[in-house]
């Protein structure tokens, strides 16, 4: 796309191939590509949740992007405070100010990646590929912040660090790794491939020896970096995060809200909201108390869903029955899930070997969600 | 990622055949349906705690 439009700018009168590739040799015509980022989500669009979570532990408060504490009245949530061209941002506020007893404590926001999008850099090969990340950031706080990638056992990291220079203010980071070449990365599965951390305050067992190099074990930061839980109130803000192969940040690439939604729900889908009495499935019932049926997802999952509901819900065809429902998946051959059995139960007030609809129970905030993040 | 989920109750649930299709589990105060996949992450979470002697799974009712 973009390389078309460079040579649609570039062409006007200029038809003859040779003239482009001359003006390609010259250096005059240079192509504006961007490289495709491991990232989902990046510029924190897609929040299916839509809550703000306290005391958040893996917690997702955008889509692909959790938040891991254990401690604290921490929240996180999507924020509209976003650097120009982006129009969110993923916030976390610290709450009181303390000081974790435990060297195992974590304060991270992170995006773990699909192995099968992470095989192609030959991660724990002789082979392995540089990576670079960039990302925008603000804090409440300067100072020296730890950013670090680990692999799916978190007994391999490589932790780097920024430096926020100005509070509250949008500054942009970029950062190149070179590839491990040791230690066990999994290759294309549905499984970790790589986790990408940023630190915000973790103790002396998630501190590594030395930055910028790979080491064993399970590391986010080095000593000195700011720890944001020492301080009430602290805000830590971050977007238009990429992560691509090379030596290079490209330009971030928006990409079109419905592609980007879709990828998002490979991981976490959410059905209902539409009203009172939203239809979720038909079931045909087996006894008076049972009925069993199916829904379809949107999108092939990355493995079988935990399945959740909220609010009420009834079953109907004609004679109407309050309910509860049951959820299981079924696994596709590579793993994934596209087909939820719907299991609906009462008590023996349905009538048996008829087909009724399960749907909310005149209650605006019933849902069924299912959550297959990494 | 080494989340320390509170996993208060896990129940098998059987399907119309009897067989074992999920578990039903209150994971950091929510009710879910845990699939028996181990690549679902509320799974390996289960698995772990069972190993750990610090959960037990019910049969099903």
């Known amino acids: ?374 | 990622m080494g989340n320390n989920m509170t996993i208060t109750t896990a129940q098998y649930i059987a399907d119309e055949d009897g067989n074992n299709s999920c578990i039903q589990a209150t994971i950091d105060g929510q009710e879910m349906f845990v699939p028996l996949d181990p690549a679902n992450r509320h799974y390996a979470e289960i698995l772990k705690q069972v190993a750990a002697d610090t959960l037990r799974i019910a049969d099903a009712e």
């Not at chain 1, 009181?96 to 007893?101: G, H, K, L, R, S």
């Open chain 1, 1 to 374: 796309m973009t390389k078309a439009r460079d040579l649609a700018d570039f062409l006007g009168n200029n038809t003859s191939l040779s003239t482009i590739n001359n003006a390609y040799a010259a250096g005059t015509l240079v192509p504006s590509s961007t490289n495709p980022s491991l990232i989902i989500n990046g510029d924190m669009l897609i929040n299916q949740r839509n809550a703000v979570f306290t005391n958040p532990n893996g917690v997702f408060p955008v889509d692909r992007f959790g938040v891991e504490q254990y401690v604290s009245t921490t929240t996180t949530q999507q924020s509209t405070t976003a650097p120009s061209g982006y129009s969110n941002s993923l916030l976390v506020t610290n709450g009181n100010a303390y000081t974790p007893t435990s060297a195992n404590f974590t304060y991270r926001v992170y995006q773990n990646i699909e192995g099968f999008n992470t095989a192609p850099l030959l991660f724990g090969t002789s082979s392995a590929k540089t990576i670079t990340i960039s990302f925008w950031v603000r804090s409440s706080l300067t100072g020296t912040f730890g950013v670090a990638i680990q692999n799916s056992a978190q007994d391999r990291s490589y932790v780097s660090t920024y430096t926020i220079t100005q509070a509250n203010t949008f500054e942009k980071k970029t950062i190149t790794i070179t590839g491990d070449t040791a230690g066990t990365w999994i290759g294309a599965t549905n499984g970790v491939g790589l986790r990408l951390i940023f630190d915000l305050g973790s103790r002396a067992n998630r501190t590594a020896s030395s930055a910028n190099a790979w080491e064993t074990g399970n590391f986010s930061r080095v000593s000195g970096c700011v720890e944001i839980n020492s301080t009430t109130g602290a805000t830590f803000y971050v977007t238009g995060v990429k992560l691509e192969e090379g030596s290079e940040a490209t330009d971030f690439q928006h990409i079109l809200y419905p592609e980007e939604l879709t990828k998002c729900k490979r991981y976490y889908q959410v059905y209902g909201g539409s009203g009172n009495y939203h239809a979720f499935a038909s079931v045909g019932t087996y006894n008076p108390s049972s009925g069993v049926g199916y829904l379809d997802l949107e999108v092939t999952m990355r493995t079988v869903p935990t399945g959740s509901t909220v609010g009420t819900f009834q079953a109907s065809n004609g004679v109407t029955s309050a309910c509860g429902v049951n959820l299981s998946g079924f696994a596709e051959p590579d793993g994934g899930c596209k087909l939820i059995q719907v299991h609906a139960h009462s008590g023996s007030n349905f009538i048996n070997g008829y087909f009724m609809r399960v749907r909310a129970n005149n209650d605006a905030t019933t849902r069924l969600k299912f959550d297959a993040e990494l």
